[in-house]
């Protein structure tokens, strides 16, 4: 008679995103933010530039892209911690991401402009666009993933993104520099351009930096 069995351990599930170090989150957000960023520009760029805007860059597109990317971090972040089990492709995690950052910036976009945009996007690149079934699945994967979005960050909407004290700083940095006697007398005519041209670099730099940095604010709430 043989004897009791031992019952064998269940292996624990294999998390659906598996993020060896820093290195790969890192790119895993980058990667799926240079997906976004033309579908952006696509969707923005009927957007008006505001009278008086300081920069010469349509601002729209910069705040939707650095919104975008921090709901990018977000999800990866939150993903990796908590080894959600539906993995979603970064297509439609930015897509979503976009969908939710416009909404947040108080200009949101029709579902179908965003379809269109990535269509475009993806026709630029000589790849197929999507079918009308394939955009019916897409519909329904952006709702569901925009409203993990909301979940996981608490349903907060006032994210302070770094183009908000750009301005200000900028404009401080500007009239010190420019008071200088030496500095009128060298460009008594180009110091409103400069000072433009000077916004557009920094806000440059400040989309790129951002987008391209892992590390999240701190949410103050526990994921429901």
């Known amino acids: 008679m043989a004897g009791p069995q031992t019952p064998q351990s269940t292996p624990p599930p294999t998390p659906a995103v598996e993020v060896e170090d820093t290195q790969s989150l890192r790119s895993l957000m980058v990667g799926t933010t ?3 960023r033309p579908i952006v520009k696509k969707l ?3 957007n008006q530039i505001k009278p008086g805007q300081l920069g010469a ?3 729209d597109e910069l705040q939707a892209r650095l919104m975008t990317a921090h709901y990018i971090q977000l999800y990866y972040k939150k993903e990796n911690q908590q080894q959600v089990t539906e993995k979603e492709t970064p297509q439609v995690v930015a897509l979503s991401c976009i969908f939710l950052a416009c909404k947040v910036l ?3 976009k029709r579902m179908k402009m965003l379809i269109r945009a990535y269509n475009q996007v993806l026709a630029e690149k000589k790849d197929p666009e999507l ?9 329904d994967k952006i709702l569901k993933l925009e409203f993990h979005l909301l979940r996981i960050s ?6 302070q993104m770094p183009s908000q004290f750009l301005e200000e700083k900028l404009n401080r940095f500007c009239d010190a520099v420019f008071s200088y006697p030496e500095f009128e007398k060298a460009y008594p005519y180009e110091r409103k351009q400069l000072r433009k041209v000077m916004f557009t670099t920094a806000s440059r730099f400040a989309v790129d930096a951002y987008c391209g940095n892992p590390e999240l604010s701190r949410t103050r709430c526990r994921t429901p």
Do not use: R
């Open 34 to 36: 240079d997906i976004s």
């Open 44 to 46: 923005i760029e009927g």
């Open 57 to 59: 860059e349509n601002q």
């Open 106 to 108: 108080d200009f949101p």
């Open 131 to 139: 079918s009308d079934q394939q955009q019916s699945k897409m519909v």
């Open 154 to 159: 608490c349903f907060l909407f006032d994210v």
